[in-house]
């Protein structure tokens, strides 16, 4: 659906049609909403139509009729090249769901202050085909009164946390869990490229990686609780057992002709920690090399 009339009102302005955007605005349109969608090339945002949603092709239009706009491009460049030149805004509320640095949070929050927009700013670790289900997780901060009129339409789209404080807040839970994921996600990929190479078969290297992220799982509040106490003393295996056992694994994997390149930096940490003389505290005084 292209839009024409101007006087449609939207419940929602979805600007930027990437995979994650397009996901948002089917997902919202499918709960009844009134959606429309700006990307700067119209076709992507037209390509929505299917799903009930309306196409737009004036921002400054669009962003009039709507109540909620929910920013989520490419980069901050984009975003601020998409809302630079709108001066229809007149009470709506904009949800910035665009990924970068806490500071770039800071500055576009600051950016659309001085233009009197209210901000929400929000992150997003999950996929876009686990939008509108149980398994998506979205993280927002930035004003609670920003959240609370924001909230009833936000958490369609799936289990959303807002966290209080600052508008940057939201980015800096992202980046933090980046550094925890994608390390994580690549390890696997090199221990599972290992596995396969030596011929293990499938079910026992799923079995076994899976046991191993479940005590993962439960150990991660023993983590946060060691950093907050500054406690890092175990008693059940030592940084310099990790380290012994790290050793073991990059040359079983050198031997195979593998070039692991996340064993080794972790490798790198350990032999830092060893160095100070914390060989024989938890693996988690790593901390105090950073």
Request: aromatic content about 8%.
């Amino acid at each position: 659906m292209t839009a024409g009339d101007t006087t449609t009102r939207y419940d929602v302005l979805i600007v930027g049609c990437g995979f994650m955007g397009s996901a948002l605005a089917r997902t919202l349109a499918q709960h009844g909403l009134r959606v429309a969608a700006w990307n700067r090339t119209f076709s992507k945002a037209e390509s929505l139509a299917d799903s009930g949603v309306y196409a737009e092709r004036d921002i400054n239009a669009a962003v009039a009729a709507s109540d909620l706009v929910l920013a989520i491009t490419a980069t901050y460049e984009h975003v601020y090249a998409a809302l630079a030149d709108v001066d229809t805004w007149n009470g709506q509320l904009l949800v910035n769901l665009t990924s970068g640095r806490p500071d770039e949070s800071d500055g576009f929050a600051a950016w659309a202050a001085h233009r009197g927009v209210p901000v929400l700013d929000g992150s997003i670790l999950n996929y876009p085909r686990q939008v509108g289900t149980p398994e998506a997780y979205f993280m927002y901060s930035g004003p609670i009164e920003a959240w609370r009129r924001a909230e009833p339409v936000l958490t369609l789209l799936g289990p959303s946390h807002y966290v209080p404080g600052e508008h940057s807040l939201s980015s800096v839970l992202l980046q933090g869990m980046c550094a925890y994921l994608i390390p994580a996600l690549s390890s696997f990929v090199e221990a599972a490229t290992y596995l396969r190479r030596r011929g293990l078969p499938r079910e026992p290297l799923l079995h076994a990686a899976t046991y191993l992220s479940e005590s993962l799982h439960r150990t991660l509040a023993e983590v946060v609780d060691a950093l907050e106490t500054g406690d890092l003393n175990s008693d059940q295996a030592s940084l310099e057992t990790f380290a012994e056992s790290v050793e073991a694994a990059l040359a079983a994997f050198t031997s195979e002709g593998l070039n692991s390149r996340i064993l080794r930096a972790t490798l790198e940490s350990l032999d830092a920690a060893r160095a100070q003389g914390l060989g024989e505290l938890s693996l988690y005084a790593q901390t105090n090399v950073m």
